[in-house]
């Protein structure tokens, strides 16, 4: 299989059900964003830690999920769709996380180590994907479980940071007003 084709040079693309849509449109936005989110929770891992380079990797393979949910207007019952055990499966690994951390009692400046930055700037993507879904959902139909599953993956990337930083022993600073 060829990578190019030439049929997005006129600014339009496919959908999984193969209509054409504009390379703008709020579908699009929504899944390009899903992408750019799992591109960068890619350089991510390895964290040094394999517990959360494990759930990453899920992650990833979720997302991917995610985006053939978004890209196809019309599923039918064989397609992947997010479903509500995986927003589930985040909420586990969120509650094991704040296990072993002190309780969250003000905000935090994302930053800290490479990799607790790098989670905090995969939130705000995936909170950036959140608005993409969101705004789609007002003209589309989309799944509600797969606009869950980025909130849900926002908290997570946010809680891994936060663990990440403590393990690593990073300073965690706080807004000062």
């Known amino acids: 299989m060829k990578i190019y084709t030439g049929r997005g040079d006129e600014g339009m693309?496919?959908?999984?059900?193969?209509?054409?849509?504009?390379?703008?449109?709020?579908?699009i936005e929504a899944?390009?964003?899903v992408d750019?989110?799992?591109?960068?929770?890619?350089?991510?891992?390895?964290?040094?830690?394999?517990d959360?380079?494990?759930?990453?990797?899920?992650?990833?393979?979720?997302?991917?999920?995610?985006?053939?949910?978004?890209?196809?207007?019309?599923?039918e019952d064989e397609d992947p769709v997010v479903r509500e055990e995986h927003v589930e499966e985040l909420e586990s690994w969120i509650d094991e996380a704040?296990?072993?951390?002190?309780?969250?009692?003000?905000?935090?400046?994302?930053?800290?180590?490479d990799a607790g930055a790098a989670l905090h700037h995969a939130r705000t993507v995936v909170r950036r994907a959140e608005r993409r879904a969101v705004?789609?959902?007002?003209t589309n139909p989309v799944n509600a479980e797969a606009i869950a599953y980025l909130n849900r993956l926002s908290d997570a990337l946010f809680t891994f940071g936060r663990l990440v930083n403590r393990r690593d022993g990073a300073?965690?600073?706080r807004p000062t007003y």
Do not use: C, W
Request: aromatic share 4%; proline share 8%.
């Open 52 to 75: 959360i380079d494990g759930h990453l990797e899920r992650i990833q393979n979720h997302l991917h999920i995610v985006q053939a949910d978004f890209a196809n207007p019309t599923p």
């Open 98 to 113: 704040d296990e072993e951390l002190e309780p969250l009692e003000s905000f935090v400046l994302p930053g800290g180590s």
């Open 135 to 138: 705004d789609l959902a007002g």
């Open 31 to 33: 899944y390009g964003t």
């Open 36 to 50: 750019e989110a799992n591109a960068l929770i890619g350089t991510i891992r390895p964290t040094g830690y394999d």
């Open 13 to 27: 693309t496919d959908l999984r059900d193969m209509s054409r849509v504009s390379k703008t449109s709020p579908r």
């Open 171 to 173: 300073q965690v600073d």
